[in-house]
C-alpha cells in the first residue's frame, strides 16, 4: 500500500470495521473506519429492487479540494486509501487584472 503514488494513509480493515493494517494519516484511525464501514452498510442497503440483492459495488471515491479516499472490498477484507490531488499547473496560475 505504500507505493500507491499520492498516497497520505491507508486502512486495511475486517468486513465488520476492526483495522488490520493502517499507515501514513490514517494510522489507527477508528474513526475513519468506522465511516467507512457505515458507508458501506449504506450502500449495500440502497434500494435493492433498482440494483437487485447480490449486485455490490466495485469502488467508492469521496472527493474533496485536496484530496479524495478510495474504497474498495476484496478477499473479505476493506481496502481504503487516501491520496492528495495534484492540481494542474494551469489551476495554480493567477492573473490579476
Known amino acids: 500500500m505504500e507505493k500507491i503514488p499520492d498516497q497520505l494513509g491507508y486502512l486495511i480493515l475486517t ?22 464501514t457505515d458507508l458501506i452498510s449504506l ?4 434500494d435493492p429492487v433498482a440494483f437487485g440483492p447480490e449486485e455490490k459495488f466495485k469502488k467508492i471515491s469521496i ?3 485536496d484530496h479524495w479516499f478510495v474504497i474498495c472490498i476484496s478477499n473479505k ?21
Not at 468486513?15 to 468506522?34: F, K, M, Y
Not at 450502500?43 to 440502497?46: A, K, T
Open 15 to 36: 468486513e465488520d470495521g476492526a483495522v488490520l493494517e493502517s499507515g501514513g494519516e490514517l494510522e489507527n484511525d477508528e474513526r475513519v473506519a468506522t465511516i467507512i
Open 63 to 65: 472527493t474533496y479540494d
Open 77 to 97: 477484507k476493506i481496502y481504503v486509501v487516501k491520496r492528495s490531488i495534484q492540481s494542474s499547473p494551469s489551476e495554480s496560475i493567477a492573473v490579476n487584472v
Open 43 to 46: 450502500s449495500n442497503s440502497i
